[in-house]
């Protein structure tokens, strides 16, 4: 079946998708083509979702040669709102005709304070009410950096907990942190004195138990870590963990897992760094994934998200931590105004409308429609995840399963179901063990008939992929 060729939402047409650039006559292949000329070989996303994308609006984007698809990477889940959302855009539009300051390094403006005031009200009282926040360099792994030098300023200690499964991001100490050892294997003088956990997985359980005995022999684990005066990981200066682990595969902690780890941090003076990075701002259900505990943090990395779809990170954290000098951290874009701008916009809309309810909605509805599928095909081994960031895990069938009935993960399938997907209309990404995991990440304002849509899209698209390895 060939890609889905619809009129765009907004009405583009052949003549006007690329007019005013210089690229009039531009095709998907002449882009490409360009692209793979002049980029590095480190490009990533165009060597499985081979398009241009020259428009964009909500839940559909289109390419240059006029194909419509929906969007279920969303920029690695940036784009809560969706492409160009007139409450962004127009605050965006707000700010460049009024002549406000764009670049400010950490010089404060109306507008940052005001974002400031939007991103404190969407956080729980308890935490906010004595936090403090840090401006990073725009990506997220800075935010990761700035936490890990905060809390080893604050503790005096230099040892780091991370979990296995977990990404925080590829610069130095963030990629240290990483579970993903083909990544690092590369690279020489990561960030030493890191040690990772087992984190909960109950496809793939850690000490071969799944469910709350899994889950409790995991929290375990790290206690007596912690309290054995023999285990050879020094004081921690922080515990840093994903609550629904994303390029690790969509894989959920378990609340009563997540309680125990912050009893545990707490109780030994641990700061707990919670990575909210890709789950905050609704996409899990609520507005940030620590909350369906319960518990509060010591500090939270932020960013996707809370820039509305522009360059932003942030770390936020009790006041108590406050101890690094100035100067600690900075960076030449932490002061992006227009990121602040779209960012509160996001951040506003987001709360107002209950989106993180809407996420959770909408969440068990692509859910219930993916474990369907499940039901039909044997190469589906796992469908799991939170709210809007759900994963489906691939297996060979024929393959002898393990002690607790999961079989080998297979990312070849998990390939061909992806390109089965993007010839159909629906972009996602792949994750997890072996890239095995199709992961779901759709804006936060995807609508039940558009789940439907990309379910049915999904589903066809696995019928396909299998059929094919079959033959």
Known sequence: MQRRRTKSSNGSSEAD????????????GRLLGQQAARESNARTYPRSLPFAIDRARGVEIEDADGNVYYDCLAGAGTLALGHNHP???AEMERLLAADRPLHTLD????????????????????????????????????????????????????SVLAFQ???????????????????????????????????????????????EAGHRAASRY????????????????????????????????????????????????VPLVVDEIQTGLGRTGELYAFEHAGIVPDAVTLSKAIGGGLPLSVVVYREELD?????????????????????????????????????????????????RTAESFDAVGDVRGRGLMLGVEFVDPDAEPD????????????????SACFDRGLVIETGGRHGATARFLPPLVVTAEQVDEIADIFDEAVEAAVSEVDA
Not at 228 to 253: C, F, H, K, W, Y
């Open 222 to 269: 790290v206690e007596r870590l912690l309290d054995d005066p023999e285990s050879g990981v020094v004081d921690p200066a922080a515990m840093v963990v994903e609550l629904v682990q994303g390029e690790g595969g969509a894989i959920p902690a378990p609340d009563e897992w997540t309680r125990e780890i912050r009893r545990i941090t707490r109780e030994r003076d």
């Open 403 to 418: 002690a607790v009935d999961a079989q080998p993960a297979d990312g070849d399938l998990a390939d061909a179901v992806q």
């Open 87 to 89: 409450a962004v855009t």
């Open 107 to 158: 010089i404060t403006t109306p507008e940052k304070e005001a974002f400031v005031d939007a991103l404190f009200d969407s956080l729980p009282a308890e935490f906010a009410d004595s936090a403090k926040v840090q401006f990073c360099s725009p990506a997220g792994t800075d935010a990761v950096e700035a936490a890990l030098k905060l809390a080893k300023t604050a503790t005096g200690n230099r």
């Open 17 to 28: 998708r690329t007019a005013g650039n210089g690229y009039e006559d531009a095709t998907n």
């Open 165 to 211: 499964g977990g990404y925080h991001g590829m610069t130095n100490g963030a990629l240290s942190l990483m579970g993903d050892t083909e990544a690092k294997e590369p690279i020489p003088g990561l960030m030493p004195d890191v040690h990772h956990l087992p984190y909960p997985y109950d496809y793939r359980p850690p000490f071969g138990i799944d469910g």
């Open 323 to 371: 101890e690094w000098e100035p100067g600690a951290h900075a960076g030449t874009f932490r002061g992006n105004q227009l990121a602040m701008a779209a960012g509160r916009a996001t951040i506003e809309y987001v709360v107002e409308n209950d989106l993180d309810e809407h996420a959770a909605a909408m969440g068990e509805r692509l859910r219930g429609r993916l474990e």
